[in-house]
């Protein structure tokens, strides 16, 4: 069975990831799903005033696990199997050794759609990501739905979304 990996991060840009590949299995793909969240590492006043690390470790894997729910609750509304993976580090590079750990066939990314010169200057997540997987990588360009809605006419004054 194919498998995806999606990174998702509890924003509606992770969440276009999770509707595109929602949209693979619906039109007949069959496969299983790996829901990954990358946590930043604990700050250096964060170890030291918490001196568990234990403690930060439950922390990152909650704060992980809540910010999956809702991509939890879509991938279990359309009963897609799936598994969940949280990791601590730079955000890339602990992306591709999830990929490579589960030994997923595709990634599923969403993305800001930033212009290729604010792209360059900040970086981006998807880039690196694109650039460093070993598997095919798909990214989602955000689309904000209320630019998508145009008058049909503007004689009647109706107007109608296009998704």
């Given at each position: 069975?194919?498998?995806?990996?999606?990174?998702?991060?509890?924003?509606?840009l992770?969440?276009?990831?999770?509707?595109?590949?929602?949209?693979?299995?619906?039109?007949?793909?069959?496969?299983?799903?790996?829901?990954?969240?990358?946590?930043?590492?604990?700050?250096?006043?964060?170890?030291?005033?918490?001196?568990?690390?234990d403690?930060?470790?439950?922390?990152?894997?909650?704060?992980?696990?809540?910010?999956?729910?809702?991509?939890?609750?879509?991938?279990?509304?359309?009963?897609?199997?799936?598994?969940?993976?949280?990791?601590?580090?730079?955000?890339?590079?602990?992306?591709?050794?999830?990929?490579?750990?589960?030994?997923?066939?595709?990634?599923?990314?969403?993305?800001?759609?930033q212009?290729?010169?604010?792209?360059?200057?900040?970086?981006?997540?998807?880039?690196?990501?694109?650039?460093?997987?070993?598997?095919?990588?798909?990214?989602?360009?955000?689309?904000?739905?209320?630019?998508?809605?145009?008058?049909?006419?503007?004689?009647?004054?109706?107007?109608?979304?296009?998704l």
């Open positions: 069975m194919f498998k995806i990996l999606i990174a998702v991060d509890g924003s509606d992770s969440l276009d990831g999770v509707h595109h590949a929602l949209g693979l299995v619906r039109q007949g793909l069959k496969a299983s799903v790996v829901l990954a969240n990358v946590q930043e590492p604990a700050t250096l006043y964060e170890m030291v005033t918490a001196r568990d690390a403690l930060i470790a439950a922390a990152s894997l909650e704060a992980g696990e809540h910010l999956m729910a809702p991509a939890r609750a879509l991938l279990d509304a359309a009963g897609v199997a799936y598994e969940t993976d949280i990791g601590v580090g730079d955000v890339a590079h602990t992306l591709v050794d999830m990929i490579e750990r589960s030994g997923c066939d595709l990634v599923v990314i969403g993305a800001r759609g212009g290729a010169i604010s792209s360059a200057l900040l970086g981006s997540v998807s880039q690196e990501v694109a650039h460093a997987s070993p598997v095919p990588v798909t990214i989602v360009k955000h689309v904000d739905v209320a630019r998508q809605l145009e008058p049909e006419s503007e004689e009647d004054g109706t107007a109608e979304a296009s």
